[in-house]
């Protein structure tokens, strides 16, 4: 079992930054991918970003490539989405995951979210 709790939403002007934190609690933490995940009001849940384990290997969709990066420290059982170039349309609730299989999921483990606005 993994707990999975988000911080660091809120709101910022267009072009604007953000650093999300997702602290986590388990067993095997350092064993599992994670990946970062966001929704807005009336669309489905998107994937924004993932990462292996040890933090090697990093994957983007493409509309944050360039502007966000994930990291993780295995140490403080912690994973990062530092958010820069902010965009009206990266307003949602952004979700942090855990899978206990390969970065490409599925993933079994979800925070409750925190939500970013950026607004114009």
């Known amino acids: 079992q993994v707990q999975l709790v988000e911080s660091g939403g809120g709101t910022v002007q267009a072009g604007g930054s953000l650093r999300l934190t997702c602290a986590a609690s388990?067993?095997?933490?350092?064993?599992?991918?994670m990946g970062w995940y966001r929704q807005a009001p009336g669309k489905e849940r998107e994937f924004v970003a993932a990462i292996t384990s040890s933090g090697g290997d990093t994957y983007y969709a493409d509309s944050m490539k360039g502007r966000f990066t994930i990291s993780r420290d295995n140490a403080k059982n912690t994973v990062y989405l530092q958010m820069n170039s902010l965009k009206p349309e990266d307003t949602a609730r952004y979700y942090c995951?855990?899978?206990?299989?390969?970065?490409?999921?599925?993933?079994?483990?979800w925070g409750q979210g925190t939500q970013v606005t950026v607004s114009s």
């Open positions: 995951a855990a899978t206990p299989r390969g970065v490409t999921g599925p993933y079994d483990y």
């Open positions: 388990g067993r095997s933490f350092s064993e599992y991918p």
